[in-house]
Every structure is written in structure tokens, then in C-alpha cells.
């Protein structure tokens, strides 16, 4: 059994590793909003699945996941039917290629689980076919679900969501469940309070998932709670600084585990 | 003159009551250019250490916690002058002395706030994520004046294997000896494997070490003397009436200090504060730079906390015993005076040797480090092994012989560190004050340019 990230070992040098040792066996990649299984028999490529995708495609999806946790279980059953005939070195090569595109897309979030919905912003962009297909899903699902659903190769929807990321003609809707953290509070002082500091890191993290102005709301564990702007500050990872005074109000002190969940802030 | 007879000059010169002035007008203007911040900070001081001992690391730059770096700056600070010191000040410069120490310490909590502050501002960090500062580094990056911090470096460097090592080493011989029967050569041994152990797992297990040996020293010394001022407890007011009245009217005679001048009591008060809690010496920076921290300010607070715990805290314990036993009015020499007051409590001698040897052994570790670091700036890292080396060796031999030249050498050294220390405090007071603003207006801190 061989355990890992994909953020540490990307999924074509895995396969690579895998096939160059012989193995049989399934590797199971398992992102919070989907399950892929690359099959492997005797080193060869056997099967892929990805949700809805398979073969090929479903290798190309999973290539474009910067991190996602994955186990190759060696005593898992082979799918019955193989969908990948290409030979080894091609595939590899063409994961590589597929990869490098997921690489270059930098405006579509790393979170495949936050959905989509169409701007109100107007302007010119010439549509191309796959963006086309891609505006009759997009309303309501998620990442995710477009990626799998979409008629085109994924590498291809994802670079029409890219795209119209970019220019303003879809925005990323505040998921329902985003995430909330538990920080330890730090105070400040000083004359500005109802601000609330976090690391640059979680900042950005939120800052690319939330598609407006953003705020967090705070709950103390005496259940105490209050809203706060939020801004990035370095060197502060774990932490949520809060002026003094804030903190006397949340009825908490320093070092007090915090409940952060942030949330758009109206308006914003 | 001899070169023994030089090191007797300057050592009388740098630990002469002149330095001393010096000393407290250096605090003087740290707490001027800090705003008071001892007094007006007081309680988000408290808040910001005492209030915040189980959080354990802050911010990315740094090894230890701020807590534990605290602890092996105290592991350092505390040691026989908590003890001796405060009994040697009471039988030269009588109860009045006490106040002097306050005094110092007061003062003194400015100078160390100071002195952590700059030394996490100028620490220097490097690809594997670890840290080296202290004096030699805020000297050499913050006045741009390398040579006076390498002079540090040198000063400290030599001062570890003196008042850090063999003194600590002899004295810890010294107490297993007369109480427990131990040759001073299996002491040595016993000192040697310690220290050697604790080194060699660099920063991190000397402060794993503190953070434990430190608190219940100081719980334990604490748990002492409070037991001894519960059968003496008809003294305690007297023993402050007399520390009050005794600082004013020096010449009013008390018992052993009969006929002490004003300037022998503000000697020995001030004197022996200083050398308990080493505000000015700059050695505890080194310590505090180690710290994981947000803001050097925030490490700030843990240098202010230090001399609190150190001068007004145990050494008050220390002053309220010998005086509310009132032992000491009959005169004698320090440790046996601390002997009789700590008598009614039957073990007495046996608890104060558990006491001193925890207190040693603290200090012999931290103050390795110190030298280590010192060494470090001096020679590059290669250097870190061949010193540990060398101070396993002297703490095996510390505990066989006098060596009173190395002693009288180090203790120079230790005095002198507080030249080049004491230069760079005033000169990047503004560096200090400007941080501190900045902190108490919410500022993040910005690495110096």
C-alpha cells in the first residue's frame, strides 16, 4: 500500500514510479468532490475513472489536481473491461503536456467544489464553442460537476472557465459551506478595532474562493460572537489577531481558540 | 603590574558603583523612551506572558516558544545571587538595601524589554528556518559597528566558561559534598553527561529542559520560603516597615549594618540587583532572540517579566525571610546566614542544596548557549562543536579545583559584556521607542533594512 499527496508527487511521476516497478494494482485518488481510480496491470495503464469521465479523459481530469490525497491499493480488483489502449510512454507524455495546461490556468479556484454563476458585467468576448457548452451548465453547479458533465475533454472546459474567469463573464458564487477554521487569538492594540488580521496564506486562500468583499464572523467558545473586516497580515499562520478591547468583548483572551468562518459581506 | 593584577583593576572598575550609575541612568532613559512602559503596560505585560504561558509558538522566524525562551534566559538569570546575593546585600548595605534592589529592578525591567526587543529586531535567520541574535547582532546590524559586537561576542564567549560554568560547577561540588557526601569528581562527571546531553540537541532541548527545571525551581523555592515566613509570619510586616524606613534614614543602624552610609546601601542594593537579574549585561538577549514571536515587542514583554520574576518577586521572598527571622543582625557570612533563617523548616540545609543545584544546573546550561552563540558570530558554525566540547571538558574539571584566575578572568568578561551592550541600548533607543509605538498603534513589524 503506497499513500500520499499529489501535491508532492504529481500524478504523471507517480504513474511513472508505479509502472516502472511492474505493479498491478488501483491507484485511488480521492479529492473531497470526486473519486478517481487509475487502474494498472503488470506496469502497463489499464483503466481510468474520474465521476462521470473515463479512460483518457478521466486521466487528463486528474491531472488537473494540484493536491488531492491517494492511495495505490495492490489488492483492489482491475474494472473487468480496460478503457485505456494507448502505450505507456504516450500516455505519460500526454499527461505531462496536460498538465502543463492545468499549470497555466490561474484563474480557476483550486476548491472544484465552489460553484459558478454568470456576471452581470457586459462586454465583448468571442465565444468559442466549448465556452458555449460550458454557459448552458454552468448555472447552479459546481466546478466539479462542470468538469465531469461538459461534452468537450476537461483540460479544455477548464481553460473556456479559466477565460471567462478572467474577463468578468463568470463569477465564482460564495459556496453554501465554506469552510470554517478555528484560530488562536493573538491581541493588538491600538486605536482601530472591528478589524480582524489573518494570515497572508488563509487570507488568500479566502480572497480566491470568496468572489467579493469578505468578512469573518468570530465565535468565542463562551458563545460570544461578532463580525470583523478582515485583513492579511504576515507571519501569523494558525492566529487571528484581534484588538484587545475585541477580545474583552468576545469575552476571550490571548491564546483562546477561536471559530473563524468568513462570509461575504453585504454589498461586497 | 601583572596581568592578573590588570584583570583585578578593570574588574573593580566594571563592577564598581560608578558602572552601577550607569546601569540605572541607561534604564532611566529606556523607560523614558518606552513611555514608562514597566509601569503604564503593566497589566497587558501580565496579560501578554503570565496570560499567555500555554500558547506555544508565534509567528514563523524562531526555535523555541516564547515561553521557553523566557526560560532559559531565567534558567541563567537565577541562580546564587537570588539566594546569596540578596544576603550579602542585607548584611553590607542592611534592609534599606532591599529597596535599592527594587529599585534596580524596576528599572532594570525597562533595560531587559529593551534588550529582547532589539534582540529578535536584529536576530538573523537563516535558510533552515533557525535564528542567532543577541548584543553582538543588534550591535553589529543596528549601529553598523561589527568590531564592538564581535568585542562582545569575545567577552561572552569567555564569561560562559567562568561565571556559567566553572563557578556553577564548583558550587553545585561544593553543596553535594558537604550534603550528601559526593566526591566533587563524580559531580564533575555528573555535570559533564548533563550538559553534553542537553547540548547536543542544540536550542531545542535546552529549552525542553528549562521550560521544566525553571517553573518547579521556582515553585519549589518559592514553596520554601513561604513555609519558612509561615512560622515567622509576625515578621513580615516588621520586615517591610524595616525596608523603608532603612532606605531613607540609612544611618539609623541595623543590627549587622550598623553605620551604613547611604552610598554603601545604594551599592548593595543596586549592586546586587543588577548582578541577580543581568539587565544591561545583554547575556539574556541572546536567549530571547530565539523566540518565536510575531513582534519583537510582544518578546519584549517575557525580558520585562524576567527581571520581575527574578528581583521583585524571588529575591523579595529571599529579603522577607532573612528579615523576618532577623538571623542576619547577628552578622556571619552570606550562606550561613540564609542557613539560620531557613532553620525552623528542620532539612534547611539539604532543601537549599536541592535549591542551588537546580539553579546551577540551569545556569551552566543556558549559559553554554550563550557562549556557543557568542562563539558562533564570532567563528562560524563550525565552531558550535568544538566549544560544546571544550564546556563538557571545563564542567568536568570545574568542580576539582579553584581555578580562581579563570574565575576572576570570566567575571571581568561578564562586566565588560555590559560596555558594548550598554552603548548600543542608548543608541537604538529610538529604534526601541519607534517599535514600541508602533505595537501599541497595531503596526505589523517590519524586518530592519
Not at chain 2, 564598581?16 to 541612568?25: D, I, S
Not at chain 2, 523612551?33 to 514563523?60: H, K, N, P, V, Y
Not at chain 2, 549559559?367 to 566540547?389: D, H, K, M, N, V
Not at chain 2, 565588560?416 to 529604534?431: S, T
Amino acid at each position: 500500500m503506497l499513500k500520499g499527496n499529489l501535491s508532492e508527487f504529481p500524478l504523471g511521476t507517480l504513474i511513472q514510479t508505479l509502472a516502472a516497478a511492474g505493479r498491478s494494482g488501483v491507484l485511488v485518488v480521492s479529492p473531497p468532490w470526486i473519486e478517481g481510480r487509475v487502474a494498472l496491470r503488470s506496469g502497463g495503464l489499464y483503466a481510468a475513472h474520474a465521476g462521470a469521465r473515463e479512460g483518457w479523459e478521466a486521466l487528463e481530469l486528474l491531472a488537473g489536481l494540484p493536491s488531492a490525497p491517494f492511495i495505490f491499493d495492490d489488492t483492489l480488483p482491475l474494472p473487468p473491461e480496460p478503457n485505456l489502449a494507448l502505450p505507456l510512454e504516450a500516455a505519460l507524455a500526454r499527461i505531462l503536456a496536460v498538465s502543463d495546461h492545468w499549470a497555466g490556468l490561474t484563474h480557476l479556484p483550486a476548491d472544484w467544489r465552489l460553484s459558478l454563476a454568470l456576471s452581470r458585467k457586459s462586454g465583448e468576448l468571442k465565444l468559442t464553442p466549448v465556452m458555449l457548452q460550458v454557459l448552458g451548465l454552468v448555472e447552479g453547479r459546481t466546478i466539479a460537476r462542470i468538469l465531469e458533465e461538459a461534452e468537450a475533454a476537461p483540460v479544455e472546459v477548464a481553460k473556456a472557465l479559466d477565460r471567462m474567469l478572467a474577463e468578468g463573464v463568470l463569477v465564482l458564487r460564495a459556496p453554501s459551506e465554506m469552510r470554517s477554521e478555528t484560530l488562536v487569538a493573538l491581541s493588538f492594540y491600538g486605536k482601530e478595532t472591528g478589524v480582524a488580521y489573518v494570515d497572508e496564506a488563509l487570507y488568500r486562500e479566502w480572497a480566491k474562493l470568496l468572489p467579493g468583499a469578505f468578512g469573518v464572523r468570530v465565535k468565542s467558545p463562551r458563545g460570544q460572537e461578532a463580525v470583523f473586516k478582515v485583513r492579511p497580515r504576515a507571519d501569523i499562520p494558525g492566529r487571528i489577531m484581534l484588538h484587545d478591547k475585541d477580545l474583552r468583548r468576545l469575552r476571550a483572551g490571548r491564546g483562546v481558540k477561536l471559530n473563524v468562518h468568513p462570509e461575504l459581506r453585504k454589498g461586497g | 603590574m601583572n596581568v592578573m593584577e590588570w584583570i583585578d583593576q578593570i574588574n573593580g572598575w566594571v563592577w564598581g558603583f560608578e558602572m552601577m550609575l550607569v546601569f540605572l541612568a541607561v534604564g532611566l532613559y529606556l523607560t523614558v523612551r518606552t513611555g514608562f512602559i514597566q509601569f503604564a503596560r503593566i497589566g497587558i505585560i501580565f496579560r501578554e506572558t503570565l496570560g499567555a504561558i500555554r500558547e506555544r509558538a508565534l509567528g514563523s522566524g524562531g526555535d523555541v516558544s516564547p515561553f521557553q525562551a523566557t526560560m532559559v534566559a531565567l534558567g541563567a538569570t537565577l541562580g546564587s545571587g537570588n539566594i546569596i546575593g540578596v544576603a550579602s546585600a542585607i548584611l553590607i548595605g542592611g534592609p534599606g538595601a532591599i529597596f535599592w534592589m527594587w529599585m534596580a529592578g524596576l528599572v532594570g525591567m525597562a533595560t531587559k524589554f529593551a534588550e529582547a526587543v532589539l534582540a529578535v529586531h536584529y536576530r538573523r535567520q537563516f535558510a533552515d528556518g533557525s535564528v542567532s541574535g543577541g548584543p553582538m547582532y543588534y550591535i553589529a546590524r543596528g549601529l553598523g559597528m561589527p568590531w564592538l559586537g564581535a568585542l562582545f561576542a569575545v567577552f561572552a564567549a569567555i564569561a560562559a566558561f567562568g561565571i556559567g560554568n566553572v563557578v556553577q560547577v564548583s558550587a553545585m561540588a561544593g553543596a553535594f559534598e558537604n550534603n550528601l557526601g559526593v566526591p566533587p569528581v563524580w559531580t564533575g562527571l555528573f555535570a559533564a553527561i548533563l550538559v553534553a546531553y542537553a547540548l547536543a540537541g542544540g536550542i531545542k532541548r535546552i529549552a525542553a529542559f528549562a521550560q521544566v527545571l525553571v517553573p518547579i525551581m521556582i515553585f519549589l523555592y518559592l514553596a520554601i520560603a513561604i513555609a519558612a515566613l509561615i512560622t515567622h509570619a509576625s515578621g513580615i510586616i516588621p520586615a517591610f516597615v524595616s525596608i523603608f524606613q532603612a532606605a531613607f534614614t540609612p544611618q539609623a543602624g541595623f543590627g549587622g549594618a550598623v553605620g551604613v552610609t547611604a552610598k554603601e546601601m545604594i551599592k548593595a542594593g543596586v549592586g546586587r540587583g543588577i548582578f541577580s537579574n543581568e539587565a544591561g549585561l545583554g547575556s539574556a538577549a541572546i536567549a530571547h532572540a530565539q523566540a518565536q514571536v510575531d513582534h519583537p515587542v510582544r518578546q519584549g514583554f517575557w525580558g520585562a517579566m524576567e527581571v520581575f520574576i527574578d528581583t521583585i518577586v524571588i529575591n523579595t521572598f529571599t529579603a522577607l525571610v532573612l528579615l523576618s527571622v532577623g538571623s542576619w543582625m547577628r552578622g556571619g557570612k552570606p550562606f550561613d546566614v540564609l542557613l539560620g533563617s531557613f532553620s525552623s523548616l528542620g532539612p534547611a540545609k539539604s532543601l537549599m542544596a536541592v535549591v542551588l543545584i537546580l539553579f546551577v544546573f540551569t545556569t551552566l546550561v543556558s549559559w553554554a548557549f550563550y557562549g556557543e552563540e557568542a562563539a558562533t558570530f564570532l567563528f562560524g558554525e563550525g565552531i558550535r562543536w568544538p566549544y560544546r566540547l571544550a564546556y563538557v571538558v571545563v564542567a568536568f574539571v570545574g568542580g576539582l579545583g579553584s581555578f580562581s584566575a579563570l574565575i576572576r578572568l570570566s567575571d571581568t568578561m561578564n562586566g565588560l559584556m555590559a560596555i558594548p551592550n550598554l552603548i548600543a541600548l542608548v543608541l537604538l533607543g529610538g529604534v526601541v521607542a519607534r517599535l514600541t509605538r508602533g505595537f501599541f498603534s497595531g503596526e505589523p513589524c517590519l524586518p530592519p533594512e
